[in-house]
């Protein structure tokens, strides 16, 4: 397909059980985010790859989130030991950066993660 | 942190009327953007305004942007039902120009 997707859409885990999240970005789009949201709420920033470049985790909320991005292709967002606060759905979003700085960012479906 | 935030937090109008949402934020920008989220899942970008620009138009949309007061209005006019959906603005600052900072949306209801 032409756009960002991301699997599972819906994945339910038990409380300290590990998940892991993908997203496959649009093809020849450098930049890739990836953000949650809580219900109700706004987009929070976890972390940013750009190219070959060191990723930014700025946002990653504790040391049990860790993201993986091979070149420009596939992105993996590992949430480890989940706890229910970690519920929310998890958004990726791919870039075509230009010179300019960041344009528009395309959006997935988003994977919707409940923590029981 | 969030750098912008949207009022009102939800806005509920009659078909045809024009619905007008704004955003607020702190820091210098590099552009403002707006985008649309249906039902929770993923969002859709609606429209780009770079610092430099006060207005763009696209379809029924019109954005402001009013460095001075580092806000931004979104106009969408002659609602329909199918415009119902959050509304966000985002913006990226002058020292940061790759990450885009989202505020905690408009819920728009257009009733038919």
């Known amino acids: 397909g032409a756009g960002v997707s991301q699997s599972p859409s819906n994945k339910v885990t038990e409380k300290g059980k590990d998940v892991e999240l993908r997203c496959d970005p649009i093809s020849g789009h450098t930049a890739l985010y990836w953000y949650r949201q809580r219900l109700g709420q706004g987009l929070e920033f976890l972390i940013y790859f750009q190219g070959n470049s060191a990723p930014d985790k700025s946002g990653l909320p504790s040391d049990r989130f860790s993201a993986e991005r091979t070149g420009e292709s596939v992105s993996t967002l590992t949430i480890q030991r989940t706890q229910q606060e970690d519920s929310a759905v998890y958004l990726c979003?791919?870039?075509?950066?230009?010179?300019?700085?960041?344009?528009?960012?395309?959006f997935g479906e988003g994977s919707r993660l409940t923590v029981l | 942190s969030q750098q912008g935030e949207e009022d009102p937090q939800a806005l509920s109008i009659q078909e045809g009327e024009n619905a007008t949402m704004n955003c607020s934020y702190k820091?210098?920008?590099?552009?403002l953007q707006w985008y649309r989220q249906n039902s929770g899942r993923g969002l859709v970008h609606l429209i780009l305004i770079r610092s430099n620009e006060r207005e763009k138009h696209s379809g029924r949309l019109r954005v402001t942007l009013d460095t001075s007061k580092k806000s931004s209005s979104l106009l969408i006019t002659a609602s329909r039902a199918a415009d119902t959906a959050s509304y966000f603005c985002?913006?990226?600052?002058?020292?940061?120009?790759?990450?885009?900072?989202f505020g905690k949306g408009t819920l728009l209801t257009v009733n038919p």
């Open positions: 985002a913006t990226t600052s002058a020292g940061s120009n790759y990450k885009l900072t």
């Open positions: 820091t210098s920008i590099n552009n």
């Open positions: 979003a791919s870039s075509p950066v230009g010179t300019g700085g960041t344009g528009e960012l395309f």
